[in-house]
């Protein structure tokens, strides 16, 4: 089928290939970089701002209108390297294809992050030129190292009032540990940015007005002072990379010169063993530095066959490692990374190849259902327009239609190669609210736009309560739940009523008991009997849960242990204080009895649920909130202020720093306190503080607010 086709059917060679993410905290120019991306390749001709809601990659109405990425847009482009001076495309040499996907700064959506950072080969992380790391920066650099994804950083806004290039390559280097290489400084910032110094060819390159977008730039010598600059921070370079790299270490001991190509060389090996990170400086929105970290990104990030195999197991895993290389006549292996509801074409499935290639009308098996279905069509995604092609090669990211049965991380392959690759994980909802349809007629709709959506977004999960029979929708925060309905109305014209957001509280125990049930129900005919013996003992925050069996004398018979274990797993979804979720204990199963006759695997399983209820309340049952780690920047008048009113929220001050006159505060704080804090943050302010926040931990709800719950509740 389609894993033998012919190489040298492709429109790109592999090596030619790079599949790249664009990633950063909110509001760090992710975007605005995206959109310059595509007009210095060609691929637009007009740039679209994100405050104009033209933004290529912001296509849904709720981006345009909030000026925020929600979902992550996947667009494609092609380069070409500068090889003449003053030149940005040159008409010689071999084009470059770039996959670039641009993903949400906000931690509502940080799904659509790691998803995207699973199935790319590199990224170029953001950083502002004023701000420097920033929390969420701190948890998409985070997220690529979980993937071991070799990136490159781009500090831009350096045309901003305050910008500084070396204290945020600085931060970078203290808060990430990361080991960064600086290859191109910002000559100048603020009003007075011009250009970049390349610290490699030991050049200046100067760019005229903003009339010209950016497009016309002179390569020219350094003046003195740059010249320095440039000899330091080359110095600095090889320093580092001799350090990384044995062939540089080679050439510096014996002294032999060290050119441009050995450095380019050098620090292209450390950046793809995720040794070390190149650092480019410049603006996107005043169109400075993007074309030269174009290049920088065909320089330094690794094309497919540059990075390690793809690893999976078998579909059976016997721990059996599987391997599928980046290659076209291998056998055909890919990730199913994201599903999306398109209003034209129905539902895509965007994939990742990793090894052979498709074409439209295969047959293509997935390892997790183990059945087959067949490709009714094959899409290049550019944002949300959309072109067909007739095949899909190893390192392609593309979409497919017609595929009905499969969920975010399937792994897709041939019949012939049984592969499972590891799905990308997400976070468990910190908030949840119940929704209703307003009319009885838009019933069923609602139920279709909640099943479409819960399928394309992980991160969603769509539950009902069974003592009130609501909808229930759980999720990463406000702004995700707002958006959320925002597009059930926009997409599926249902409208819907609301209640408040709720606090996705879990339970756990602080001690250990036991719990044992003895279920004996005769009416006549055949009864029901089983005795279960259970321990409940905690462990600690973030372990979750654990099951062991420790019958061994026959006392249940082996056909009631899967029972005893069901009850005991159905059990830990409604705790003993306010029914919610039960998290991080270990659960023995000890012993009991059982009857000839009466008993059965129903009886089994609800007596472990009743032992396991007694265990839970003799274990000091408690209430577990989600905790916020959250990050204020005021200006140092306002800081007391600011502390003051995190204090009365139940928050606790981590770290509290200043410069250029502005205070960075860093405290974690309850997600039950949170509620409204923007407004009376930008009060206590006068409008000039910002924050963030990202969920961290559960920790316990202290006793005189669990006792208040606990009244209410009754």
């Known amino acids: 089928m389609s894993s033998g086709r012919n190489a040298s059917d492709r429109e790109f060679r592999l090596e030619n290939l790079r599949n790249i993410g664009i990633a950063a905290h909110i509001d760090a120019g992710k975007t605005t970089l995206t959109e310059r991306l595509l007009f210095y390749t060609g691929a637009i001709y007009k740039i679209g701002e994100v405050h104009d809601g033209q933004a290529t990659t912001d296509w849904m109405e709720q981006e345009r209108a909030r000026g925020i990425t929600i979902t992550s847009a996947a667009v494609t482009c092609e380069w070409v390297q500068s090889e003449e001076p003053g030149v940005y495309k040159s008409a010689t040499g071999e084009k470059m294809r770039i996959n670039v996907i641009d993903t949400p700064g906000h931690v509502d959506f940080t799904a659509e992050v790691e998803r995207s950072l699973r199935v790319l080969d590199g990224a170029v992380m953001v950083f502002c030129g004023v701000a420097g790391v920033q929390p969420q920066s701190e948890a998409v650099w985070r997220q690529a190292d979980k993937y071991h994804v070799p990136r490159i950083v781009f500090v831009n806004k350096m045309d901003r009032t305050g910008a500084d290039y070396d204290a945020v390559v600085g931060d970078i280097r203290a808060k990430l540990g990361a080991n960064v290489l600086p290859v191109f400084l910002p000559i100048g910032s603020g009003d007075n940015l011009s250009g970049q110094i390349d610290v490699i060819n030991l050049k200046a390159v100067v760019y005229s007005d903003d009339s010209a977008l950016g497009s016309v730039y002179d390569v020219t010598e350094l003046t003195d002072d740059q010249l320095e600059l440039a000899l330091k921070a080359r110095a600095g370079l090889i320093e580092s990379l001799v350090d990384l790299d044995d062939e540089l270490a080679a050439l510096y001991l014996a002294e032999a010169d060290i050119l441009p190509s050995h450095l380019k060389a050098a620090i292209r090996r450390a950046t793809i063993a995720n040794s070390a990170v190149p650092v480019v400086g410049g603006s996107a929105f005043k169109n400075k530095g993007v074309q030269y970290l174009l290049d920088s990104i065909i320089d330094y990030l690794p094309s497919p066959v540059d990075i390690p195999p793809a690893q999976g197991t078998r579909r059976e895993d016997d721990g059996t490692v599987v391997e599928a290389a980046a290659d076209d006549r291998e056998g055909f292996c890919a990730l199913a990374f994201k599903l999306w509801s398109d209003k034209y074409v129905g539902k895509l499935v965007f994939i990742r190849v990793y090894s052979g290639s498709i074409s439209k009308g295969d047959k293509i098996f997935n390892s997790r259902t183990n059945r087959a279905e067949r490709i009714g069509r094959l899409i290049r995604i550019q944002s949300d327009d959309h072109s067909d092609i007739e095949v899909c090669h190893a390192g392609d990211i593309a979409a497919i239609v017609g595929m009905k049965f499969v969920r975010t991380g ?21 908030i949840s609210m119940a929704i209703e349809p307003r009319s009885t007629a838009d019933s069923d ?35 995700h739940l707002e958006i959320i309905q925002s597009r059930i109305l926009s997409e599926y014209g249902v409208k819907i009523s609301a209640g408040k957001p709720q606090i996705a509280y879990r339970e756990s125990i602080n001690g250990t008991a036991t719990g044992e049930h003895k279920l004996i129900k005769q009416t006549g005919g055949k009864g029901q009997y089983a005795h279960v013996i259970v321990r409940v003992s905690p462990k600690r925050r973030g ?38 979720p039960v998290v991080d204990l270990e659960v023995e199963l000890l012993g009991g009895s059982s009857h000839d006759v009466d008993s059965n695997e129903q009886a089994f399983t609800i007596a472990s649920i009743l032992a396991m209820r007694e265990a839970m309340q003799a274990a000091a049952p408690l209430l577990l909130e989600p905790m916020m780690k959250v990050a204020v920047d005021v200006p140092d008048e306002a ?17 509290v720093d200043s410069s250029n006159g502005l205070s960075h505060i860093h405290a974690e704080v309850p997600l039950a306190e949170m509620f409204g804090y923007a407004t009376d943050m930008r009060s206590l302010s006068k409008g000039r503080a910002t924050f963030s926040m990202e969920p961290h931990s559960f920790e316990e709800v202290p006793s005189g607010i669990l006792n208040r719950m606990l009244s209410q509740y009754i």
Not at 557 to 562: D, L
Request: aromatic share 6%.
């Open 445 to 479: 709709k609602l139920g279709e736009a909640l099943k479409r959506l819960s399928e394309e977004d992980p991160t969603l999960v769509v539950s009902t309560n069974e003592d009130t029979g609501q909808t229930l929708l759980a999720g990463m925060g406000e702004l």
């Open 410 to 430: 399937d792994t897709l392959h041939a019949e012939d190669f049984d592969i499972m690759l590891e799905p990308p994980g997400f976070p468990e909802p910190v």
């Open 543 to 580: 372990e979750g849960f654990s099951f062991v069996n420790c019958v061994t004398s026959g006392e249940i018979p082996k056909e009631f242990h899967g029972a005893c274990e069901k009850g005991i797993r159905d059990s830990l979804t409604n705790g003993v204080l306010l029914s919610y």
């Open 639 to 655: 800081q007391g202020d600011i502390i003051g009113d995190l204090n009365r929220r139940r928050g606790q001050i981590v770290e």
